[in-house]
Nanobody, 129 residues
Framework: EVQLAESGGGLVQPGGSLRLSCAAS????????MSWVRRAPGKGLEFEWV??????????YYADSVKGRFTIARDNAKNALYLQMNSLKTEDTAVYYC????????????????????WGQGTQVTVSS
């Protein structure tokens, strides 16, 4: 059974930092691209892709809204995915989900997920003064 367990969310002031973690089990971690996705309050079922990490070192991609502030990393030996979030803004407030990617699309040097295979339960990140 695929399990994805996020942790590390919380309340932080604008400009602050948080590090999210995702523990993965029940599948071969290196078979999948992994992604962070978020859902902001009041957005219903609208999800925003945040970042993607391919199994190989260096294969990381970001949405424009977080580029330069967030860093995704994966530890294939520990079956773990991370998201370091710096310079947080109020608009980063959302529930953040770890997800396995069923299909990735790449155009030039940019890659992004178009279909997800499994999701975690999410962790709340609130950026507020």
């Amino acid at each position: 059974e695929v399990q994805l367990a996020e942790s590390g969310g919380g309340l932080v002031q604008p400009g602050g930092s948080l590090r999210l973690s995702c523990a993965a089990s029940g599948f071969t971690f290196t078979d999948y691209d992994m992604s962070w996705v978020r859902r902001a309050p009041g957005k219903g079922l609208e999800f925003e892709w945040v970042s993607l990490a391919k199994p190989s070192v260096g294969g990381t991609y970001y949405a424009d809204s977080v580029k330069g502030r967030f860093t995704i990393a994966r530890d294939n030996a520990k079956n773990a995915l991370y998201l370091q979030m710096n310079s947080l803004k109020t608009e980063d407030t959302a529930v953040y989900y770890c997800a396995t990617v069923a299909r990735t699309r790449c155009r030039g040097n940019a890659c992004y997920p178009v279909e997800f295979a499994a999701w975690g339960q999410g962790t709340q990140v609130t950026v507020s003064s």
